[in-house]
């Protein structure tokens, strides 16, 4: 069962722009992390939220968590090519020894 | 600080032939270890994870299996690869035992089953 899913899947856009990625699920969750990872390598850690409502900015990068902590979003203002990759988001659940991850939205920041 | 290692970082492998990917990690004790196999551009599929030596969940039923012969070392074996198996498989840990903390990961191996 896939507990989060992320929207769209596929990102083109051109250097300058805006985008959101967005992260959705019927659970609940204690808290939410972003990651970025790219071809051939793991995900690397963006952030972590864990309190509902709370905002995280990291840079041109700005993260949501909603207020029922269902949900989450990523902003990137003006992308840049150094953006481009997949971006997985990933939710814990108390109790669960395990991360619930994304589906991902593939990013390409086109020059 | 921490690491974590994977090898091999490619492999090609025939079908039916067995498979042994090792995964170790470096700087911390008794971490929970994760094994994801990932498709092309996609999300993660937890395979397999392990709180402690010897302790193996599974998460979906397949033709892999997973051992943690020392605290910091996790397997990830077949005795008979199929095609379906082709992948990209990451390992992973985390710092507190039991809990669902950030993960941290390893660099992948790219399997490719002909």
């Known amino acids: 069962t896939q507990l989060l899913e992320q929207s769209p899947q596929f990102l083109s856009i051109q250097e300058g722009e805006n985008l959101t990625v967005y992260c959705n699920s019927s659970?609940?969750?204690?808290?939410l992390q972003w990651y970025r990872q790219e071809p051939g390598e793991g995900p690397v850690l963006l952030v972590t939220?864990?309190?509902?409502?709370e905002v995280k900015k990291l840079k041109r990068l700005t993260f949501q968590f909603g207020d029922a902590r269902k949900d989450s979003s990523l902003h990137i203002t003006a992308a840049q090519p150094g953006d481009t990759g997949l971006y997985l988001c990933?939710?814990?659940?108390?109790?669960?020894?395990?991360?619930?991850f994304g589906t991902g939205t593939r990013l390409t920041v086109i020059p | 600080s921490q690491t974590i290692h994977q090898w091999p970082a490619t492999l090609v492998q025939p079908v039916g032939s067995p498979l042994s990917l090792e995964c170790t990690v470096e700087?911390?004790?008794?971490?929970?270890l994760y094994w994801y196999r990932q498709a092309a551009g996609r999300g993660l599929q937890l395979l397999f994870y392990?709180?402690?030596?010897?302790?193996i969940s599974s998460e979906v039923p397949q033709n892999l299996s997973a051992s943690r012969p020392q605290d910091r070392q996790f397997i990830l074996s077949s005795k008979k690869l199929l095609l379906s198996d082709s992948g990209f498989y990451l390992c992973?840990?985390?710092?507190?035992?039991?809990?669902?903390?950030?993960?941290?990961f390893g660099p992948g191996t790219r399997l490719t089953v002909l």
């Open positions: 992973a840990w985390n710092r507190l035992a039991g809990f669902a903390d950030t993960q941290y």
């Open positions: 659970s609940v969750f204690s808290s």
């Open positions: 939220v864990v309190t509902g409502g």
């Open positions: 990933a939710g814990a659940q108390t109790g669960a020894n395990n991360l619930f």
């Open positions: 700087g911390t004790s008794n971490p929970n």
């Open positions: 392990s709180v402690g030596i010897g302790q």
